[in-house]
């Protein structure tokens, strides 16, 4: 039986509360650049010297600090009343890197959404949210997601695929479904010259940006709907990528089925996805999914269910979902592994069998 008292439950909400408002003013910092001014002073500096640093106002930045102390974000010295941040936190915070300061301006930006998703919550409200309604939250996607990749871990990611570096070497065909604007695609044409990559995404000002910033010759792209790719390309691509856009397609299936029809006989498929179950019992022991069901309720899910008659899968539909869903499509040799940046993350990495 649970032991737990009304009065722990209390403590716990108290806690959960708190913490969540903390993020909307950690998010408010990393938007402004507070964190990454703080990381370069060298010592603690008064709220007009950083107000002064950052251009703006001061008594603004004396109560967010007072947030981020009282936070145990910022430390301070309550005699001379100035602020540092300590070393050993900057790498959570400052905006080099994909960090939990950056985590926490994706939730403010999604939340823009929350009276839509209270709309769609009702018998009489809309099935879902359309993609194009996430503009803001498309372009933290984009700014915080490319940073966690380079080379050394796309190549860590292709090794996880026997024999994929050394065809990628050689020179193959590769297709990036759901490219967004480029920047994965962008990074495999470089370490591999003798291979051909094409990116297909629907919309078409990510593939517009995609092709303002392509930097090897043999990428291309295109604007597409993975549900109804290029009648051509069956049995073309010895290797398609897709990165965290399943979950968030109306017609998955349909999109897994385009993808097994574009690969070449013996292709392989890789599927990065985050890393859950398809059970929130199961996920109990996975902390990132307490905000991936977030994530999910606010964009994936509602993103999904807005055309008719849409999957609605959600970014936490987990491995067993996904290990069906491959296996109704076709695919053969089903093979996960954490990511190897990312214990958050899965790669589900399938084969079209020989011989079809």
């Given at each position: 039986?649970?032991?737990?008292t009304?009065g722990d439950?209390?403590?716990?909400?108290t806690?959960?509360?708190?913490n969540g408002?903390t993020?909307v003013?950690?998010?408010?910092?990393?938007?402004?650049?507070?964190?990454?001014?703080?990381?370069?002073?060298?010592k603690p500096m008064t709220?007009?010297e950083i107000?002064?640093a950052?251009?703006?106002?001061?008594?603004?930045?004396?109560?967010?600090?007072?947030?981020?102390?009282?936070?145990?974000?910022?430390?301070?010295?309550?005699?001379?009343e100035?602020f540092?941040?300590p070393?050993?936190r900057h790498?959570?915070?400052?905006s080099a890197?994909?960090n939990?300061?950056?985590?926490?301006?994706?939730?403010?930006a999604v939340?823009?959404?929350?009276d839509?998703?209270?709309?769609?919550?009702?018998?009489?409200?809309?099935?879902g949210i359309p993609?194009?309604?996430y503009?803001?939250?498309?372009?933290?996607?984009?700014?915080?997601y490319?940073n966690?990749y380079?080379d050394?871990?796309m190549k860590?990611?292709i090794?996880?695929?026997?024999g994929?570096?050394?065809?990628?070497?050689?020179?193959i065909?590769?297709?990036d479904?759901?490219?967004?604007?480029g920047?994965h695609l962008?990074?495999?044409?470089?370490?591999?010259?003798?291979s051909?990559?094409v990116g297909?995404?629907?919309s078409?000002?990510?593939v517009?940006e995609?092709?303002?910033?392509?930097r090897?010759?043999n990428?291309t792209f295109?604007?597409k709907?993975?549900?109804d790719?290029?009648?051509?390309?069956?049995n073309?691509?010895?290797y398609?990528?897709?990165?965290r856009?399943?979950?968030d397609?109306?017609?998955?299936?349909?999109?897994?089925?385009e993808?097994?029809?574009?690969l070449?006989?013996?292709?392989?498929?890789?599927?990065?996805?985050?890393?859950a179950?398809?059970?929130p019992?199961?996920?109990?022991a996975l902390?990132?999914?307490r905000?991936?069901?977030?994530?999910?309720?606010y964009?994936?899910?509602p993103?999904?269910l807005?055309?008719p008659?849409?999957?609605g899968?959600?970014?936490?539909?987990?491995?067993?979902?996904?290990m069906?869903?491959?296996n109704?499509?076709?695919f053969?040799?089903?093979?996960?592994?954490?990511t190897?940046?990312?214990p958050s993350?899965?790669?589900?990495?399938?084969?079209?069998?020989?011989?079809?």
């Amino acid at each position: 039986m649970c032991s737990e008292t009304e009065g722990d439950f209390m403590e716990y909400m108290t806690n959960v509360v708190t913490n969540g408002l903390t993020t909307v003013a950690i998010s408010l910092g990393s938007q402004l650049g507070l964190f990454d001014i703080m990381a370069t002073m060298d010592k603690p500096m008064t709220s007009q010297e950083i107000a002064d640093a950052a251009g703006l106002k001061e008594r603004y930045i004396r109560e967010w600090l007072g947030a981020m102390v009282t936070g145990r974000i910022v430390d301070t010295d309550p005699n001379s009343e100035r602020f540092i941040i300590p070393k050993h936190r900057h790498r959570a915070l400052v905006s080099a890197s994909k960090n939990q300061a950056g985590m926490a301006r994706g939730l403010t930006a999604v939340s823009r959404h929350h009276d839509d998703i209270v709309s769609c919550f009702q018998k009489e409200g809309p099935n879902g949210i359309p993609h194009s309604k996430y503009g803001q939250f498309f372009q933290w996607c984009t700014s915080f997601y490319e940073n966690e990749y380079d080379d050394g871990k796309m190549k860590a990611l292709i090794d996880q695929v026997d024999g994929l570096g050394n065809m990628l070497e050689t020179g193959i065909d590769v297709c990036d479904v759901g490219c967004n604007t480029g920047y994965h695609l962008g990074l495999l044409g470089k370490m591999f010259p003798k291979s051909r990559f094409v990116g297909v995404d629907i919309s078409e000002n990510a593939v517009s940006e995609a092709k303002e910033n392509r930097r090897s010759e043999n990428v291309t792209f295109e604007a597409k709907d993975i549900h109804d790719l290029s009648s051509g390309w069956s049995n073309k691509f010895t290797y398609v990528y897709s990165n965290r856009v399943i979950h968030d397609l109306a017609y998955p299936e349909k999109a897994l089925s385009e993808i097994y029809r574009i690969l070449k006989p013996g292709g392989y498929f890789s599927l990065i996805e985050m890393n859950a179950y398809s059970k929130p019992y199961d996920n109990l022991a996975l902390p990132s999914t307490r905000g991936l069901y977030v994530f999910s309720l606010y964009h994936c899910m509602p993103c999904g269910l807005s055309p008719p008659g849409g999957k609605g899968l959600g970014c936490c539909w987990g491995r067993e979902r996904a290990m069906a869903m491959l296996n109704d499509a076709g695919f053969s040799k089903v093979q996960i592994s954490e990511t190897p940046h990312d214990p958050s993350e899965i790669h589900i990495s399938v084969q079209k069998p020989h011989g079809l």
